[in-house]
Protein backbone atom coordinates (compact mmCIF):
# COMPACT_ATOMS: atom_id res chain seq x y z
CA UNK A 1 0.00 0.00 0.00
CA UNK A 2 1.18 3.33 -0.87
CA UNK A 3 2.76 5.00 2.41
CA UNK A 4 0.08 8.49 1.97
CA UNK A 5 -2.78 6.03 0.86
CA UNK A 6 -1.93 4.44 4.09
CA UNK A 7 -1.55 7.63 6.19
CA UNK A 8 -5.08 9.13 4.79
CA UNK A 9 -6.66 5.24 5.69
CA UNK A 10 -5.19 6.02 9.49
CA UNK A 11 -6.87 9.85 9.51
CA UNK A 12 -10.19 8.49 8.17
CA UNK A 13 -10.19 6.06 10.96
CA UNK A 14 -9.59 8.65 13.03
CA UNK A 15 -12.70 10.35 11.96
CA UNK A 16 -11.18 13.08 10.03
CA UNK A 17 -12.81 14.30 7.16
CA UNK A 18 -12.36 14.89 3.09
CA UNK A 19 -11.15 18.24 3.19
CA UNK A 20 -8.72 17.75 6.76
CA UNK A 21 -7.31 14.82 5.05
CA UNK A 22 -7.19 16.66 1.14
CA UNK A 23 -4.93 19.48 2.96
CA UNK A 24 -2.69 17.56 5.14
CA UNK A 25 -2.09 15.24 2.47
CA UNK A 26 -2.13 17.19 -0.35
CA UNK A 27 -4.42 14.35 -1.94
CA UNK A 28 -7.34 15.48 -3.97
CA UNK A 29 -10.99 14.51 -2.40
CA UNK A 30 -11.74 12.47 -5.50
CA UNK A 31 -8.98 10.09 -5.00
CA UNK A 32 -9.73 9.89 -1.29
CA UNK A 33 -13.19 9.20 -2.32
CA UNK A 34 -12.10 5.89 -4.31
CA UNK A 35 -9.70 5.05 -1.66
CA UNK A 36 -12.25 5.08 0.80
CA UNK A 37 -15.43 3.09 -0.78
CA UNK A 38 -16.19 0.33 1.67
CA UNK A 39 -14.60 1.67 4.55
CA UNK A 40 -16.11 1.19 7.58
CA UNK A 41 -15.37 3.57 10.75
CA UNK A 42 -15.59 3.46 14.18
CA UNK A 43 -18.54 4.88 15.97
CA UNK A 44 -15.96 7.30 17.79
CA UNK A 45 -14.96 8.59 13.85
CA UNK A 46 -18.51 8.81 12.67
CA UNK A 47 -19.01 10.92 15.94
CA UNK A 48 -16.13 13.05 14.97
CA UNK A 49 -16.93 13.57 11.32
CA UNK A 50 -20.45 14.85 12.25
CA UNK A 51 -19.98 17.04 14.77
CA UNK A 52 -17.38 18.69 12.77
CA UNK A 53 -19.80 19.00 9.85
CA UNK A 54 -22.48 20.39 12.34
CA UNK A 55 -20.13 22.71 14.03
CA UNK A 56 -18.98 23.98 10.11
CA UNK A 57 -22.21 24.69 9.22
CA UNK A 58 -23.37 26.48 12.38
CA UNK A 59 -20.28 28.36 11.88
CA UNK A 60 -21.34 29.18 8.11
CA UNK A 61 -24.81 30.21 9.62
CA UNK A 62 -23.93 32.52 12.21
CA UNK A 63 -21.51 33.84 9.72
CA UNK A 64 -24.24 34.34 7.07
CA UNK A 65 -26.68 35.80 9.80
CA UNK A 66 -23.86 38.20 10.93
CA UNK A 67 -23.69 39.12 6.89
CA UNK A 68 -27.60 39.32 6.23
CA UNK A 69 -27.98 41.56 9.47
CA UNK A 70 -25.45 44.12 8.25
CA UNK A 71 -27.21 44.45 4.96
CA UNK A 72 -30.41 44.63 6.29
CA UNK A 73 -29.04 47.58 8.48
CA UNK A 74 -27.63 49.53 5.76
CA UNK A 75 -31.05 49.03 3.84
CA UNK A 76 -32.90 49.88 6.69
CA UNK A 77 -30.08 53.27 6.92
CA UNK A 78 -30.91 53.77 3.46
CA UNK A 79 -34.14 53.94 3.02
CA UNK A 80 -34.45 56.33 6.30
CA UNK A 81 -31.60 58.46 4.93
CA UNK A 82 -33.87 58.81 1.72
CA UNK A 83 -37.45 59.44 3.65
CA UNK A 84 -35.91 61.80 5.94
CA UNK A 85 -34.47 64.15 3.18
CA UNK A 86 -37.70 63.70 1.73
CA UNK A 87 -39.06 66.69 4.04
CA UNK A 88 -38.23 69.78 3.04
CA UNK A 89 -38.42 72.24 5.91
CA UNK A 90 -41.53 72.97 7.57
CA UNK A 91 -43.96 75.98 6.04
CA UNK A 92 -46.83 77.65 8.29
CA UNK A 93 -49.57 75.41 7.15
CA UNK A 94 -47.49 72.54 7.21
CA UNK A 95 -46.54 73.34 11.13
CA UNK A 96 -50.50 73.87 11.56
CA UNK A 97 -51.67 70.96 10.12
CA UNK A 98 -48.74 68.84 11.59
CA UNK A 99 -49.78 70.58 15.15
CA UNK A 100 -53.65 69.57 14.54
CA UNK A 101 -52.64 66.37 13.62
CA UNK A 102 -50.39 65.70 17.39
CA UNK A 103 -53.43 67.01 19.20
CA UNK A 104 -55.80 64.99 17.29
CA UNK A 105 -53.82 62.01 17.95
CA UNK A 106 -52.37 62.67 21.83
CA UNK A 107 -53.78 65.89 23.13
CA UNK A 108 -56.56 65.83 25.84
CA UNK A 109 -59.89 66.66 24.00
CA UNK A 110 -62.62 64.85 26.44
CA UNK A 111 -65.27 67.59 28.02
CA UNK A 112 -63.70 68.71 31.89
CA UNK A 113 -66.67 67.13 34.23
CA UNK A 114 -66.92 68.49 38.34
CA UNK A 115 -69.32 67.26 40.36
CA UNK A 116 -71.43 65.32 37.17
CA UNK A 117 -71.41 68.53 34.99
CA UNK A 118 -69.21 69.89 31.83
CA UNK A 119 -67.51 72.62 32.57
CA UNK A 120 -66.76 75.04 30.02
CA UNK A 121 -63.28 75.80 30.35
CA UNK A 122 -61.02 74.14 28.91
CA UNK A 123 -56.94 73.86 28.80
CA UNK A 124 -55.04 72.82 25.96
CA UNK A 125 -53.36 69.96 27.24
CA UNK A 126 -50.74 67.38 26.10
CA UNK A 127 -48.99 63.84 27.31
CA UNK A 128 -46.02 62.30 26.51
CA UNK A 129 -42.58 61.09 26.56
CA UNK A 130 -41.12 61.74 23.30
CA UNK A 131 -38.63 64.86 23.49
CA UNK A 132 -39.04 65.15 19.97
CA UNK A 133 -42.78 65.08 20.12
CA UNK A 134 -42.73 67.73 22.93
CA UNK A 135 -40.09 69.55 20.83
CA UNK A 136 -42.31 70.01 17.73
CA UNK A 137 -45.82 70.96 19.68
CA UNK A 138 -44.13 73.58 21.65
CA UNK A 139 -42.76 74.71 18.18
CA UNK A 140 -46.79 74.67 16.74
CA UNK A 141 -48.01 76.82 20.28
CA UNK A 142 -45.62 79.16 19.78
CA UNK A 143 -45.33 79.34 16.36
CA UNK A 144 -48.89 78.81 15.04
CA UNK A 145 -51.39 79.76 17.67
CA UNK A 146 -49.03 82.52 19.04
CA UNK A 147 -48.68 81.44 22.95
CA UNK A 148 -46.46 83.77 24.55
CA UNK A 149 -44.14 81.04 26.91
CA UNK A 150 -45.38 82.91 29.70
CA UNK A 151 -48.67 81.32 29.54
CA UNK A 152 -46.95 77.57 29.15
CA UNK A 153 -46.97 74.91 31.79
CA UNK A 154 -45.12 71.97 32.69
CA UNK A 155 -45.84 68.84 34.58
CA UNK A 156 -43.16 66.05 35.02
CA UNK A 157 -44.19 62.78 35.64
CA UNK A 158 -41.07 60.07 36.77
CA UNK A 159 -40.58 56.68 38.53
CA UNK A 160 -39.34 55.55 41.65
CA UNK A 161 -36.02 54.57 39.70
CA UNK A 162 -35.39 57.75 37.95
CA UNK A 163 -33.67 61.24 39.17
CA UNK A 164 -35.86 64.13 39.44
CA UNK A 165 -33.43 67.12 39.31
CA UNK A 166 -31.78 65.27 36.26
CA UNK A 167 -34.98 65.34 34.73
CA UNK A 168 -36.09 68.93 35.02
CA UNK A 169 -32.72 69.94 33.95
CA UNK A 170 -33.31 67.90 30.79
CA UNK A 171 -36.74 69.04 30.13
CA UNK A 172 -36.25 73.02 30.76
CA UNK A 173 -33.52 72.63 28.47
CA UNK A 174 -35.70 71.14 25.92
CA UNK A 175 -38.92 73.49 26.26
CA UNK A 176 -36.64 76.30 27.46
CA UNK A 177 -38.66 77.39 29.85
CA UNK A 178 -37.91 78.54 33.47
CA UNK A 179 -38.58 76.41 36.29
CA UNK A 180 -40.61 78.60 37.79
CA UNK A 181 -43.22 76.85 34.91
CA UNK A 182 -42.78 73.95 35.89
CA UNK A 183 -45.46 72.71 38.28
CA UNK A 184 -45.13 70.43 41.19
CA UNK A 185 -43.55 66.67 40.17
CA UNK A 186 -45.48 63.44 40.29
CA UNK A 187 -43.87 60.21 41.25
CA UNK A 188 -45.26 57.34 39.13
CA UNK A 189 -44.98 53.33 39.66
CA UNK A 190 -43.77 52.77 36.73
CA UNK A 191 -45.28 49.61 34.46
CA UNK A 192 -41.62 48.20 33.99
CA UNK A 193 -41.47 47.81 38.20
CA UNK A 194 -44.37 45.27 37.09
CA UNK A 195 -42.62 43.68 35.06
CA UNK A 196 -45.27 44.53 31.76
CA UNK A 197 -42.71 46.33 30.01
CA UNK A 198 -38.91 47.00 29.73
CA UNK A 199 -36.68 48.44 32.74
CA UNK A 200 -36.32 52.24 31.65
CA UNK A 201 -38.61 52.40 28.64
CA UNK A 202 -39.27 55.91 29.74
CA UNK A 203 -35.52 57.24 29.89
CA UNK A 204 -37.19 60.49 30.45
CA UNK A 205 -40.75 60.21 32.17
CA UNK A 206 -43.68 61.40 31.14
CA UNK A 207 -44.30 65.43 30.65
CA UNK A 208 -47.80 66.95 29.97
CA UNK A 209 -47.63 70.69 28.57
CA UNK A 210 -50.64 72.55 29.32
CA UNK A 211 -51.93 75.84 28.15
CA UNK A 212 -55.27 77.38 30.08
CA UNK A 213 -56.76 79.26 27.20
CA UNK A 214 -60.39 77.53 26.17
CA UNK A 215 -60.42 79.99 23.18
CA UNK A 216 -57.42 77.96 22.06
CA UNK A 217 -58.79 74.73 22.86
CA UNK A 218 -61.88 75.50 20.76
CA UNK A 219 -59.66 76.77 18.22
CA UNK A 220 -57.67 73.51 17.86
CA UNK A 221 -60.61 71.43 17.86
CA UNK A 222 -62.11 73.23 15.13
CA UNK A 223 -58.75 72.77 13.27
CA UNK A 224 -59.55 68.98 13.92
CA UNK A 225 -63.10 68.87 12.95
CA UNK A 226 -61.45 70.73 9.32
CA UNK A 227 -59.20 68.09 9.34
CA UNK A 228 -61.55 65.18 9.46
CA UNK A 229 -64.21 66.69 7.29
CA UNK A 230 -61.83 67.58 4.44
CA UNK A 231 -59.46 65.08 4.98
CA UNK A 232 -60.27 63.40 1.24
CA UNK A 233 -57.33 64.10 -1.08
CA UNK A 234 -58.53 66.20 -4.04
CA UNK A 235 -58.03 64.36 -7.22
CA UNK A 236 -54.82 66.17 -9.10
CA UNK A 237 -54.62 66.40 -12.92
Known amino acids: MRTDKFKAYKLRAQGRSYNEISKLLKIPKSTLSSWFI ?32 HLAEKRTKKIRDEARDSIATLKKNDLLLLGTSLYWAEGHKRPLIRKGRVITSHPVSLTNSDPKLIALFLKFLRQTCKVPDN ?45 KRPYNILPYGVVQIRVSDTSLFHKIMGWIEGLSSKGKLENED
Request: hydrophobic share 30%.
Open 38 to 69: GLELSDEAKDRIKNRVYEKSTKALIQRNVVQT
Open 151 to 195: KIRVNLRYFEHQNESYLLSYWQSLTQLPQSQFTKSYVGVSISSQR
